[in-house]
């Protein structure tokens, strides 16, 4: 059993992952710390946690603790990530693990020297939905993938919000524009070459409050947008020369629609429609983490698909401060 700890209550670890690993086969919720003791004891009853502190540095100190969760701001990461990878512990931490690329790299050294596993959680890599985008697009059923097209948006103008505070890495592009971006890596196995953006920022908080994408792949190109002040929706098509997939709830499913995936051929005279209603995303991703610890082949998101996911973020930045431009990823 892999003995997990959560560093701190943060609404995603209770209302997605902690669920997630208190159901997953292999693991076991161990501990849970906050800054506030009371609050870590409350969460603890609540999930049935063995151990709770009322510090961060406790919780890694204590030999119970195998792995550790870390859903803490965005600017938090990646030192918490080095701190638990010190501590020797197996590492699982909330995206976006960072706010540039560069930061990662000396996190891939601190992991070799530790002997440890760490993964950026992206659930969206365990869920069977995206699993079948993938071998659809393998298997030609859309022929030639000449373009993809996403969009994620949400509304939130809440101030005490993290995702509205620029110091604690608030803004679209860190918080959900890096969903488009994977799920086509994944989905088409390639890499972005180039990248450009135009970004409307929030007068009042400074974050990117919406983002105009285009992402250049070798052989298509991937357009969206990413909004944190527009009506919630979650898309992503994958459009081909012989047909196209739409892939509902294509991020948070269950919650912006139920999970499906649909194709149609090319003259709208063949459809099918696969639906995942019963897929626990969190769940499958603690499972396939406590897999690889124990030294199954489960394929997680290591720290250099992180890499290779922040620098087509990075660009987009580079992009739009350069006047909307195209710049290599």
Known sequence: ????????????????????????????????????????????????????FGSYEA????????????????????????????????????????LRASDIEPLIAARDRAGVEVAEAFMVRHHPQWALVRDWIADGRIGKLRHVQGAFSYYNVDPANMRNQIELGGGALPDIGVYPVVTTRLATGTEAVSARATIERDPSFGTDMFADCSVDF??????????????????????????????????????????????????????????????????????????KVAGGGDDIFPLEDSIRNQRVIDALYRSDASGGGTVAV
């Open 59 to 98: 919780l890694l100190e204590n030999p119970e603790v195998d792995a550790v969760y870390i859903p803490l701001p965005t600017s938090q990461h990646v030192e918490w990530a080095r701190r638990a990878i010190e501590a020797g512990k197996h590492v699982l931490v909330e995206k976006p693990l960072a």
């Open 218 to 291: 070798p052989e298509f190109r991937l357009n969206f947008y990413v909004s944190t002040q527009m009506a919630a929706r979650q898309t992503m098509v994958f459009h081909g020369t012989d047909g196209f997939i739409e892939v509902d709830g294509a991020f948070n499913a269950g919650l912006y629609a139920q999970a499906a995936v649909h194709w149609h051929d090319r003259s709208h005279g063949r459809a099918e429609t696969a639906r995942f209603g019963g897929a626990d995303q969190y769940r499958l991703q603690a499972e396939a983490f406590a897999r």
């Open 1 to 52: 059993m892999l003995r997990w700890g959560i560093l701190s209550g943060a609404k995603i670890a209770r209302e997605q992952v902690i669920p997630g690993i208190v159901k997953a086969e292999g693991c076991v919720l161990a501990a849970i710390a906050s800054r506030d003791l009371g609050r870590a004891q409350a969460l603890a009853e609540h999930f049935g946690a063995r151990h709770a």
